[in-house]
Each structure stands twice: as C-alpha cells, then as structure tokens.
C-alpha cells in the first residue's frame, strides 16, 4: 500500500477553497447558492494591465525570466515601495514568486527549522499555520478576541517569546478580520521586537491598498527592526489579479538570496506575461485602485450594518480587507434536526446546505466562534445573503 509522506500526512486541507469546492458543487446542482467564501475581488483586472499582457505575448516575453523576476519588475517594486511607503530597497531585494501564497512559504522554509518557534497571532490565515507545520517549525499562536479588535497587545508578543522564537507573522490588514494595526500599535510591537535580534517579522501586506484606515502602515518603516522584517506583498488584492499569481518580497539580502536559492530549485520565475502585467499594474495609472477600495468601503458599511441586524451576532467595524468576521458564539451548543453546532465549523456546513450560502468557520483561522463572511461581491447578493443567514439562524433550537 503507498503511503503519503510525513510532512504530508500532517497537514490540513484549506478550508477556505474546501467551503468554495462545496459550493460549487451545489451550483451544479442547480441550486442557487451565494459564495461569500472566497477572498477573491469581483471586479476585472483594469483593461491597461490586460493590454500589457497582449503587448508582452505579441513580442514574445515566452521564454525564462530570471529566478526573482525581472530587473524591470523589481525596478517597479521598488519605485511603489519608495513612493508609497517610503521605503528604500534594492532590486536584489526583491525575490517575486507565484503569488504571495508562495512567497510567506519561502520565506519560512529559508528561516525556520525542526523545532523553532513561529508566532502566529490568531484569528489568522489559514495556511500560516500550515506552512510552519511544513517548515518542521512549531506555532505558537496568541489570541487576540473581538474584545481588542482582533489585534495582540506588545505585552502578549513579549510573553509569547522563548529563546527558540524565530519568526513573527503580522497580517495588517488582516484575513480573516480586516483588522488594521496602526502606526502606535505597530511601534508597540516593534518595541518589543527590537529586543529580540534573531526574530524575523514576516509582514504580510497583500491587502495594502484595501485600507478604510487611511495611510497604510507597515513595521518595516521602524529603524529598530528594518533589517530583519521581510514584507510580501502582490498584485491579486489591489489589482483584482488573483489568477494571475504575481507576489514579491522585499527582504534583507540575506533572506532575499535564500529564497531565489530555494525557488531556483522548484518553482524558477514566475509567470513572465504575468510579470509584464504586474509592471504595467505599478507603473501605470493608480485610479483603479481608489475605485475599488472605495467599493469595498461602501460594502464594509453595509456588511456591518447587516451583521449587526442578526440577533447573536457581536460585529466588528472592520478597517480594511473585505471580510466580516462576527463571533457567532450564540448559536455555539443550538441544534437544527437534532445535530449540534458544536463549532463555527458546524455553523458554516449549517449554512450552506440550509440557506444556501458560503461561509468560512472560523475554526480554520484559529477563532473557533467566529465566521467569515467575504463581501466581494455586488450589494445586492450581499443583501439576500445575510436575509437568508439571518432566517436559518433563527430556526436553530
């Protein structure tokens, strides 16, 4: 009998894409289901990224790129990380990979070894913790509640440090929450952190410009700990260019030069009509960005309104991203057909098959009485789709 590795064997399957998979098959079915599973913008790449790409195929960018990327891209990237961030990098900085899915693995396979300890505060994104797991690394996960806005204080990441810490992931804005840590938080953090030299702080940025917030902050701007924060940012949130898969790091060299060795070895560069694209999404006109942040901040409000008229429902106003993520702890212990919601897990299966809508439990994100709801999709379907939550709710006993 053939038998899956080890390191196979001991990770967990993605919950967000398995809710989505679901879904689908329900709309095979012919039964009409709104799938507020999926952390994927609705709205079309911007028509001038598209054209990039024809332009690129047309004079034939088809053969290798170089491991990191090309030198114009990184260019690219590091002209947005100086414009909007004000933050000064090299193009050797710069390792772009298959999406940003790819570039956190990277990461934590180039920092982290069998036994070393990676902070992850919780709620977090799903395949966080799986990548440790894949890295041989232990989590070590810090709760922050809906009580503190889902964000961990300094005091709880100074309590969570051992002399086998690591690394540090900090989502801002966050998935699953939208949670957005300020400027004073961030200092509080790295304040800590500067303590604390062997730690790498892993800064997931890939809802930057998805910010209600106003100006975006990232801990890399924090003399303290410069040289060892990597940040990895992409192209699919901003730019509606999921399927694309574009993300980058930006890195000190040493961790940049690990990873373009690693990715060398399985992967090579990423797609190069792709990265045509990506060129034009940060070099061109930034309009598009501002027109669908502002779409998303319109939804953000009615999402809140609407959560907060499900009776059980303790709601957030989340800052950025596009998910609500209420604690629906409530209906935690009530029954429909004599089966027990023993989890958000539990409520989200509940859900789909009773009101015909996708929804992540939070039990995936480490937040066992919370939900995610994605709202990247039209008002109206957002509308019907918290009208039928709140409807099967009601009937759970």
């Known amino acids: 009998m053939s038998e899956i590795s080890e390191r196979l064997a001991a990770l967990s399957p993605s919950e967000t894409l398995a809710m989505s998979q679901k879904s689908d098959e329900l709309k095979a079915q012919g039964i009409d289901v709104i ?29 290798y790129s170089p491991v990191p990327g090309y030198l114009s891209l990184r260019q690219a990237i590091v002209a947005k990380l100086k414009r909007e961030n004000n933050l000064d ?24 070894g ?35 806005d889902f964000k961990i204080t300094p005091g709880q990441l100074e309590a969570a440090i051992t002399p086998r810490t690591k690394a540090l992931i900090l989502c801002s804005p966050s998935n699953p929450t939208g949670s957005v840590y300020s400027q004073a938080e961030l200092k509080g953090l790295a304040d ?31 003399d303290s700990i410069r040289d060892r924060v990597v940040i990895i940012n992409g192209v699919s949130k901003g730019y509606a260019m999921t399927g694309w898969r574009l993300g980058w790091i930006a890195a000190p060299q040493w961790i940049a030069s690990a990873c373009n060795k690693l990715q060398g070895q ?10 045509k694209a990506a060129e034009a999404a940060y070099n061109g006109p930034q309009d598009c960005v501002e027109t669908m942040r502002q779409a998303f901040e319109r939804r953000r409000d009615l999402m809140v309104q609407l959560g907060n008229d499900i009776p059980g429902f303790q709601v957030n106003r989340p800052q950025g ?3 609500l993520f209420p604690d629906c702890s409530y209906y935690i212990g009530k029954s429909f057909n004599g089966k027990k919601m023993t989890h958000s897990a539990d409520l989200a299966l509940f859900l789909l098959e009773e009101a015909h809508v996708a929804a992540v439990g939070g039990v995936a994100f480490g937040a066992p009485g919370c939900i995610r709801f994605s709202y ?3 008002d109206e379907k957002l509308v019907e789709a918290m009208r039928r939550v709140k409807v099967a709710l009601a009937g759970l006993g």
């Open 35 to 63: 799938n507020l599973s999926v952390g994927e913008p609705d709205f079309f790449t911007p028509g001038f990224i598209k054209e990039a790409a024809r332009k690129a195929i047309d004079e034939n960018f088809s053969f």
């Open 89 to 112: 990098y090299q193009p050797g900085q710069i390792v772009c990979s298959n999406g940003a899915k790819q570039s956190v693995c990277n990461v934590l396979l180039s920092v982290v």
């Open 114 to 148: 069998p036994g070393d300890e990676v902070i992850v505060p919780a709620p977090y994104w799903v395949s966080y913790v799986e990548m440790v797991k894949l890295a041989e690394g232990k989590n070590v996960i810090v709760t922050a509640g809906i009580e503190q």
């Open 192 to 222: 800590v952190l500067a303590h604390y030299p062997r730690i790498t702080i892993i800064s997931d940025e890939i809802y930057e410009h998805i910010n209600y917030a106003g100006k975006h902050e990232s801990i890399a701007q924090f």
């Open 266 to 275: 399985y992967t090579s560069g990423p797609s190069s009509i792709t990265q």
């Open 321 to 323: 991203a596009f998910y």
């Open 376 to 378: 990247a999709t039209a």
